[in-house]
């Protein structure tokens, strides 16, 4: 099946900044809305962010909104998840993942996105 391919995670130390990169076949992905999730460990997989298709509107949970930005270059068929003032809960393994829904009702759910990447481990330390 289709398969996501992330990169650029790696050890960090608090405030610094990393960008994660998530490939995606050209065939499907401008047809789908990207996601970002993390899961640290001992605890379940939560919502990052969301990108609609088009990259007009973004969705971001609480704790990372003003620190990272997500955003998509549908020519590169890339998604991108930019990391600023990093925090040691922020350390987590992150998941890309496309969807073929819309809106933030859906797109905070990890059962409505139909591909998934491998995770890259993000590790900030204190």
């Known amino acids: 099946q289709v398969q996501l391919v992330e990169s650029g995670g790696g050890l960090v130390q608090a405030g610094g900044s990393l960008r994660l990169s998530c490939a995606a076949p050209?065939?499907?992905?401008?047809?789908?809305?990207m996601g970002w999730f993390r899961q640290a460990p001992g605890k379940d997989r939560e919502f990052v962010a969301a990108i609609r298709r088009s990259g007009a509107i973004t969705y971001y949970t609480d704790p990372v909104k003003g620190r990272f930005t997500i955003s998509r270059d549908n020519a590169k068929n890339t998604v991108y998840l930019q990391m600023n003032s990093l925090k040691p809960e922020d350390t987590a393994v992150y998941y890309c993942?496309?969807?073929?829904?819309?809106?933030?009702?859906?797109?905070?759910?990890?059962?409505?996105?139909?591909?998934w990447g491998q995770g890259t481990q993000v590790a900030v330390s204190s």
């Open positions: 993942a496309a969807s073929d829904c819309s809106g933030l009702g859906c797109l905070r759910l990890m059962l409505k996105y139909n591909y």
């Open positions: 050209g065939s499907i992905f401008t047809q789908y809305a």
